[in-house]
């Protein structure tokens, strides 16, 4: 199996020429690392004395890093601020080589985390955001003329931050059907009516939870109540990832869970979701059996999550991965 995996990943993603449109929320994902020897006279709160700051591509921006570190070209369309932020996004989105051609501009600040880090902890995060309420009718235009029958697939990242409003979305999963482009989409929020029609989903435990209104976890509601959502809201395949339970994918008529193999250090879980459905993508991008696919991105959100702060996962890390 492992030979079959090398194969698939070297010939069939690394190897591939196939370009794949990411549609969603930009962020900027800032570090402000240091150290604490001391705490502030001020407030019984700790002083971090800063060495390093990092700037880091989130959000749908990640996920076409994901992408493109997997072989396959991606497309990106995302919002960010009219301000000294956007600039950043926009220099580093230029910088590690994508387009920013799908950029929409918006009034008000780029929606960014700021982390601090003590060593390998996070004490705080700070963010600034504010709701978006949606592209123009001229920007959902341009968005649509980026959809194209020669994609092999579009991923939708959703972070609830109001980009990705309903009738936007709607627009989004018609013309990709028509079109018979598969859509992928990490969810956010209870609206689970705006992802009608689409191929597959990929929310995690307590997304899904989300999605069907359930306040307590229970195992066999939360798969029942899935597997209506994917029948009611026509939705292919829900993919729920539960980190070190695995993936379960959930039909309208039928389970399956394939447990992961994470056997690393978890420093970091922000990102795995991105690395998770991008690796989804490549995999229904070259036609695998979805069950192929799973394994895959068991793996490479195990990669990931290793790593601190949001980063990508890159095709030579899966394939030492899958020899190891």
């Not at 994902?29 to 705490?39: E, K, S, T």
């Not at 009219?82 to 950029?103: A, C, F, M, R, T």
């Not at 949606?134 to 959703?158: F, H, R």
């Not at 949001?310 to 890390?317: D, F, L, M, Q, S």
Request: proline fraction near 4%.
């Amino acid at each position: 199996m492992s030979d079959q995996l090398i194969n698939i990943v070297k010939n069939q993603f690394l190897g591939s020429k196939k370009s794949c449109l990411v549609i969603g929320d930009l962020m900027l994902d800032q570090y402000i690392f240091g150290d604490v020897d001391r705490i502030s006279p001020e407030a019984p709160v700790p002083v971090i004395k800063k060495n390093k700051h990092h700037n880091r591509i989130g959000g749908a921006g990640n996920v076409a890093l994901n992408l493109q570190g997997l072989g396959i070209k991606p497309i990106l369309v995302g919002n960010i601020g009219n301000d000294g932020n956007g600039k950043i996004l926009s220099s580093l989105i230029k910088e590690h080589s994508l387009s920013i051609k799908g950029l929409i501009k918006e009034n008000g600040p780029t929606t960014t985390k700021t982390r601090i880090m003590a060593g390998h902890h996070q004490i705080a995060r700070v963010d600034e955001e504010q709701e978006s309420h949606g592209p123009s009718e001229a920007n959902i235009k341009k968005v649509m003329q980026y959809i194209s029958s020669d994609l092999s697939c579009i991923v939708i990242s959703d972070y609830n931050k109001g980009f990705l409003s309903a009738p936007f979305l709607k627009k989004i999963i018609q013309q990709a059907n028509r079109k018979k482009i598969p859509v992928l989409i990490d969810p956010k929020g209870k609206d689970v009516a705006k992802y009608a029609g689409a191929t597959l989903i990929t929310p995690n435990k307590k997304e899904a939870m989300e999605l069907t209104g359930l306040t307590n976890f229970d195992k066999d509601l939360l798969n029942t109540a899935l597997r209506k959502i994917s029948k009611n809201f026509n939705i292919n395949s829900i993919v729920m990832t539960q980190g070190e339970d695995g993936i379960s994918h959930i039909t309208s008529n039928k389970i399956n869970t394939y447990p992961t193999s994470i056997s690393k250090q978890v420093y970091d879980v922000s990102g795995a979701g991105d690395t998770v459905i991008a690796t989804l993508a490549c995999g229904i991008s070259a036609k695998l059996d979805l069950s192929d696919s799973f394994k895959l991105a068991n793996l490479a959100a195990g990669i990931v999550i290793s790593k601190l702060g949001t980063v990508p996962i890159k095709g030579e890390e899966l394939l030492e991965e899958i020899e190891e």
